[in-house]
């Protein structure tokens, strides 16, 4: 049995396929960073720490003429969003029923969808992880809420990348506020901006909810890093007469190798 | 056009899974071609036609560790095993036992996106809808 202890729990396999299956249907959307980023992984739940290939002197060998270093790691972080199915819907799930209430858990994908945005897109100081958008030393393009302009700004992002050396394709990622007014925007003669500006970035452009303005980074590959331990999965807490209690987990990394392969979009 | 890529009707087949049975049959082809380039420059005389040949064999080296390291970013099972055995000294054959073993075993504790696991097998989105 796995820590995630879900052969405890008091959920036939028709109530996990519903749970694991509206989980996924949640999260998939909202998963930007996963859209964007070099993924590595999954390395499992016992996977602790990323390799950065650095070490630091101690001072003080410890003996004499003796050298010693010591090498620094990223540890892995673990997020965890918790819900609460109630059984009489799981019971219902079982008879068949199509109409599952399933907010609290629909929520909790949201969450933690939202939190991996945030960890890589701004970063996470308490965990050591510099985010995209914090870590790009290139002027911040304030996008404003002129639509029009969007392919300009988008355009002037990357000149920047590319007078930098940084090779495409690129791909956009936007705040939900931002993203809706590209969606909802057709240019003179009606073009969609939202091809336009996938014209001017040959990648895709991505919803990323968390995330404040935005981002236009390469998609070159090797520089940004999501290093997967355990992917996301749903486990087991506790129950009760009247509900389950479970959670959404997964543990990651993340690190930029390459701080000037983004600029930030201001909101 | 044949399409013996696929073992199963591909109209069955999910995406994900022709496109990893696509990359499967190129990792193949570009195995052929560097055994064949490997025959051709023992026999030939020329030196540069030998040299052409040689680098058009690192063409073929090149395509084949990409369609493995596509096959293998897409199969953590696969990974762990080919991680156990690439690029290790000592007997090939003991790590390979070895690698499977562990992989297998560790496996089932583990949130891989594998048959059997419990993860939600979202994993990487690259080429997923924005």
Redesign the interface.
């Known amino acids: 049995m796995?820590?995630?202890l879900?052969e405890h729990a008091p959920i036939s396999e028709t109530g996990w396929s519903l749970l694991?299956t509206e989980?996924?249907e949640r999260?998939?959307?909202a998963?930007a960073a996963?859209?964007?980023v070099?993924?590595?992984?999954?390395?499992?739940?016992?996977h602790s720490a990323t390799n950065l290939g650095r070490a630091e002197e101690l001072g003080g060998g410890p003996g004499e003429g003796v050298e010693a270093r010591r090498r620094r790691v990223l540890g892995l972080v673990e997020l965890r969003s918790r819900f609460a199915v109630a059984r009489s819907e799981l019971a219902d799930a079982d008879r068949g029923a199509e109409d599952i209430d399933l907010e609290e858990l629909d929520d909790a994908a949201r969450r933690i969808a939202a939190a991996e945005n945030a960890v890589v897109f701004h970063g996470w100081a308490a965990a050591g992880t510099p985010g995209v958008i914090e870590a790009s030393p290139h002027e911040r393009i304030a996008l404003g809420g002129d639509c029009e302009r969007y392919p300009r700004h988008v355009a002037v992002a990357v000149d920047a990348l590319r007078a930098a050396g940084i090779d495409g394709p690129y791909g956009l990622a936007l705040g939900p506020e931002a993203h809706t007014r590209v969606l909802e925007t057709s240019q003179h003669g009606g073009y969609p901006l939202l091809d336009h500006l996938r014209e001017i970035l040959g990648g895709?452009?991505?919803?990323a909810p968390a995330v404040r303005g935005g981002a236009v980074l390469t998609?070159r590959g090797g520089d940004f890093m999501?290093e997967?331990?355990?992917?996301?999965?749903?486990g087991y807490e506790s129950h009760e007469p009247g509900a389950v209690h479970l959670y959404l987990e997964?543990s990651f990394s993340f690190r930029v190798a390459t701080p000037e392969a983004a600029v930030a979009l201001a909101p | 056009m044949g399409f013996d890529q696929y073992h199963e009707p591909p109209e069955e087949l999910p995406a994900e899974t022709r496109t990893f049975a696509r990359l499967c049959a190129s990792l193949t082809e570009e195995a052929e071609a560097i055994g064949w380039y490997e025959q051709r420059m023992a026999i030939e005389p020329d030196r540069q036609a030998r040299a052409i040949m040689r680098d058009a064999q690192g063409e073929e080296f090149k395509h084949f560790c990409m369609d493995l390291e596509f096959l293998l970013?897409r199969t953590?099972l696969w990974r762990e095993i080919a991680e156990g055995i690439l690029f290790q000294e000592g007997d090939i054959v003991e790590h390979g036992e070895e690698a499977e073993e562990e992989a297998t075993e560790?496996?089932?504790?583990?949130?891989?996106?594998l048959a059997g696991s419990?993860?939600?097998?979202?994993?990487?989105?690259?080429?997923?809808?924005?």
């Not at chain 1, 070099?38 to 016992?46: I, R």
Request: hydrophobic letters at 35%; aromatic letters at 6%.
């Open positions: 796995s820590h995630l879900r694991d989980a996924r999260l998939t959307p998963l996963r859209k964007l070099d993924f590595s992984g999954p390395h499992g739940w016992e895709p452009i991505v919803w998609l999501f997967c331990g355990q992917d996301l999965s749903i997964e | 970013r953590s560790g496996e089932a504790a583990r949130g891989a996106p419990e993860s939600l097998g979202i994993g990487g989105l690259r080429g997923a809808p924005g």
